[in-house]
């Protein structure tokens, strides 16, 4: 069912006042690499008895959610362009994809705004139904919830056009520095895991972490330089310089991954389970009838296109041989 969404101006990530060098972008947030995926990024169809009707995907919800028709779901909204607060109401293309899911499944999604932090937890306690808010699928997480995978992620270094500290896409370019992180968010272990290490390796400082609640505080204090600059995705980076006052310029880094986004989901509940299904039938059908395609580009998105997949990151490092069975 194709709906109608009002589109909102987009800003190019090669030109105007966002300069991207060398990127390849293929999504928007918070990670486990996704550029060995090609095959694991495939729908996995609902599979159906031969002659069989294939049930729609509320048929594949929950009783209970069949009766009350409405599901909970938790998010932090005050991360655009994924989900952020405009006028007293969430916006954003997590929201519009969640409503998307909502009227493919003929149910009320009631969303709950809480900090970035509790957005896991609230799914394992059973808080949540499911959460969203460009959470990355790792490896890690999918140990303790369930990814419905359904967009990629570009994350790349944000600091001001008149680059003081000569900020390039050199990692050694940020020793010594400080930036600004989401608590919760994988940029923290980017940070730690990846930029120091290499920092120390070419006797270089490590750089100076300042950790906040929310990635537009930490981008705010990368535009007041309070910091020398922010980690965040390429949308997020380029929407923000769509409606900022101080220009700004993003950075590729080698050592930032593209990355896989997903909702996410209780693990190893039946109840749970069943809604994953209904949820991918419900994304694939939006697929099918170009929904999903209308909302990224309504939001600028259209080139960080996935399929939607369950646990698409284990699913790629299960598939990729291991070292031993290596030539």
């Known amino acids: 069912m194709n709906r109608n969404l009002t589109r909102r101006p987009t800003t190019a990530l090669s ?3 966002v300069v991207l060098t060398a990127i390849s972008v293929t ?3 918070c990670s486990q690499s996704a550029d060995d995926t090609p095959d694991t990024t495939k729908s996995q169809d609902v599979e159906t008895s031969p002659g069989a009707e294939a049930p729609t995907p509320f048929d594949l919800l929950p009783d209970d959610i069949k009766e009350s028709k409405t599901i909970n779901l938790g998010t932090h909204a005050d991360s655009p362009p994924c989900e952020y607060m405009d006028d007293g109401n969430i916006a954003g293309i997590g929201y519009d994809m969640w409503e998307g899911v909502a009227a493919e499944l003929g149910v009320t999604i009631e969303p709950t705004s809480i900090e970035f932090a509790g957005l896991i937890p609230g799914v394992e306690s059973g808080r949540f139904d499911v959460a969203e808010q460009c959470i990355a699928d790792t490896l890690e997480r999918e140990e303790v919830i369930t990814f419905v995978d359904w967009v990629y992620n570009q994350s790349v270094v944000v600091t001001t056009a008149d680059n003081p500290k000569n900020i390039s896409t050199d990692p050694l370019s940020l020793c010594g520095l400080t930036v600004a992180v989401q608590t ?5 272990s980017y940070v730690t ?3 120091n290490p290499t920092c120390v390796a070419a006797g270089q400082p490590e750089l100076v972490i300042q950790q906040l609640d929310s990635q537009s505080q930490a981008l705010i204090n990368m535009q007041s330089k309070r910091v020398d600059f922010a980690m965040t995705n390429a949308a997020a980076g380029a929407y923000l310089a769509e409606g900022s006052d101080v220009e700004l310029e993003l950075f590729p880094n080698e050592l930032l991954p593209r990355n896989i986004m ?5 693990k190893d509940s039946a109840r749970s389970q069943q809604l994953v299904d209904a949820w991918v039938a419900a994304l694939q059908e939006m697929h099918k009838d ?4 209308e909302i990224l580009a309504k939001w600028g998105m259209s080139d960080y296109l996935l399929e939607p997949g369950v646990n698409l990151v284990g699913a ?4 990729s041989p291991s070292p031993s069975a290596t030539p």
């Open 15 to 17: 030109a105007g006042l």
């Open 27 to 29: 999504l928007a947030g």
């Open 184 to 188: 919760g968010t994988n940029y923290l």
């Open 193 to 195: 895991d990846k930029f």
């Open 262 to 266: 997903g909702f996410a989901f209780q």
């Open 290 to 293: 170009g929904t999903y395609q």
């Open 316 to 319: 790629a490092a299960s598939a």
